[in-house]
């Protein structure tokens, strides 16, 4: 059976320690989604550490766009992290906002179509003042349509507080409200 948990919050929050937690509560052998594009030497280290916290139990794979290509049927699987897949989505649509959300909400429909159990990790980069740089507030548009979008389609949601698990209420309003776009 198919299902979605989708686990947001700042960073340093604890999102990605409590995913894999979750995945290896639920599977002996989850997978690993990394969609990071490694961008310079300090983020490669953040990678590294993130890396070297799971053990051999996991199967890794690395796709910075296209998560449909790798049939996980029936697996847990965890993907770290939206954030990032919509970063390579924004830079591949040249920073045109409607075109990348088209596409990655199209990827995520495909990706999730199997029945497996899918952990997003996405980060509420909204929650902060508006940016003064045009990029950025264009960026957090996306991401904040975007994880409404996984969060109408979850079956749980939960916010990393300060390393705090919160569960959060479903489908307040509907599917489709206050969605933007």
């Known amino acids: 059976m198919k299902k979605i948990i989708l686990i947001t919050g700042g960073q340093r929050s604890g999102k990605s320690t409590k995913a894999e937690a979750l995945a290896l509560s639920l599977s002996a052998h989850p997978v690993y989604v990394a969609t990071a594009k490694v961008w310079d030497d300090e983020f490669r280290e953040r990678v590294r550490r993130h890396q070297e916290r799971r053990g051999p139990e996991w199967t890794n794979i690395e796709e910075e766009l296209y998560l449909s290509r790798h049939d996980l049927t029936g697996r847990v699987v965890v993907i770290d992290c939206v954030t990032l897949w919509l970063t390579n989505f924004f830079f591949a649509h040249d920073e045109d906002v409607d075109r990348s959300l088209a596409a990655a909400k199209q990827e995520f429909d495909a990706f999730t179509a199997p029945d497996a159990t899918y952990i997003f990790v996405t980060n509420e980069i909204g929650m902060g003042g508006v940016s003064d740089n045009v990029m950025q507030r264009k960026f957090s548009d996306l991401q904040g349509w975007m994880n409404q979008y996984i969060a109408q389609q979850a079956d749980e949601v939960i916010l990393m507080v300060s ?12 599917r489709g409200s206050e969605q933007g776009k």
């Open 163 to 174: 390393g705090i698990p919160v569960s959060l209420p479903l489908k307040l309003g509907g």
